[in-house]
């Protein structure tokens, strides 16, 4: 099936690298027309590499103006908005609760998950316009087990879970769908800057034996984007490997 999302208009956050970067491609090679944002000026590449379909935006997902912004420039320039992910995250410094500096904490909940909660503010308004709309964000399936040493990041995937169900609950009658991908171990960015040993437990502890990829992540990004998943909202669905099957 070629074009399943033909005539959509979608934002990608965390697009510069990663599970985002594959989205955003892959969206564009679906038909969407796609804002690639990122705050790292990577999102520049991905637009390049994702055609002309694809446009880049600079986005500090923490920060209103900026989320505004983008989503200005989607209007703007496509003239509506059907589809957001909600991607962008950092891992955030590894310690153990006692020692993870309150810096470290307040900027890892602020992208991770203010982040998601502005991009669902800003975005609803506008699909609301046009009768609905798809919404997927990204947590993790630390939102479902613990992970040593990483107590701002469990926190804020945490919640992205719980305001993922809340959210579509709220808005399910106006026809916008929420749904949550919790990625497991994939090949990113932010599992290369992973101590090795972190990194290689995480593994050995998924049952299909390997990393995942980030367009694993994005094959179930399209799903949930298109018309094929009209009758899916509130899920919280892993895509980590089997790891959480235990």
């Known amino acids: 099936m070629s074009e399943r999302l033909a005539g959509k208009v979608a934002v990608v956050t965390g697009a510069g690298s990663g599970m985002g970067r594959a989205m955003a491609q892959l969206f564009a090679a679906q038909g969407a027309r796609v804002v690639a944002a990122d705050v790292s ?122 305001i993922t169900k809340l959210t579509a609950a709220e808005y399910a009658a106006e026809g916008i769908r929420v749904n949550a991908i919790l990625p497991g171990a994939i090949k990113t960015g932010m599992t290369d800057a992973l101590p090795a040993d972190y990194l290689a437990g995480a593994i050995a502890g998924t049952p299909l034996g390997r990393i995942g990829t980030g367009d694993e992540i994005a094959n179930l990004a399209l799903f949930l984007a298109s018309d094929e998943s009209s009758f899916i909202t509130g899920t919280l669905t892993p895509i980590d490997g089997g790891y959480t099957l235990f």
């Open 41 to 162: 000026g990577a999102e520049v590449e991905t637009a390049a590499l994702a055609g002309a379909n694809c446009i880049s935006c600079r986005c500090d997902v923490s920060q209103s103006a900026d989320v505004r912004a983008m989503f200005d420039l989607a209007v703007e320039r496509f003239g509506r908005l059907d589809v957001l992910c909600n991607n962008a995250g950092i891992q955030g410094g590894l310690a153990k609760t006692a020692d993870c500096s309150e810096e470290d904490f307040d900027r890892t909940i602020a992208v991770n998950l203010k982040g998601v909660f502005l991009g669902m503010k800003y975005a609803i308004p506008l699909m609301l316009r046009t009768g609905g709309g798809s919404i997927i964000n990204t947590s993790s399936m630390a939102a479902l087990v613990a992970f040593p040493e990483m107590p701002a990041y469990c926190a804020a995937k945490g919640g992205v879970s719980m």
